[in-house]
Nanobody
Framework: QVQLVESGGGLVQAGRSLRLSCAAS????????MGWYRRAPGKQRELVAT???????DYLDSVKGRFTISRDSAKNMVYLQANTLRPEDTAVYYC?????????WGQGTQVTVSS
């Protein structure tokens, strides 16, 4: 199994920034995709950003140009730099790990953006 632990959420004012971190441990495979998803109150979970083990990235349209996903494979870490935050970014953010054998989720970290 792969275990994920997120950190870095909190309450910020609109226009400010946050950096989310996710630490992965366990049966990490060399080929994998890690990413961030979010679930806002009353809405379905949506993909925010993903990054493959080869460095390829994908983003939700509404966060392009504001959020940046990165990873440190040597440390099994993935990060989400969220800039120019908006109230509509308020959600629980979940880290995800996918590989040939595993699809794991973290416990989530709350991000609240006040207007």
């Amino acid at each position: 199994q792969v275990q994920l632990v997120e950190s870095g959420g909190g309450l910020v004012q609109a226009g400010r920034s946050l950096r989310l971190s996710c630490a992965a441990s366990g049966s990490i495979e060399s080929i994998n995709i890690m990413g961030w998803y979010r679930r806002a109150p009353g809405k379905q979970r949506e993909l925010v950003a993903t990054i493959s083990s080869s460095g390829g990235t994908d983003y939700l349209d509404s966060v392009k140009g504001r959020f940046t996903i990165s990873r440190d494979s040597a440390k099994n870490m993935v990060y989400l730099q969220a800039n120019t935050l908006r109230p509509e970014d308020t959600a629980v953010y979940y880290c995800n790990y996918r590989s040939r054998w595993w699809n794991s989720w973290g416990q989530g970290t709350q991000v609240t953006v006040s207007s």
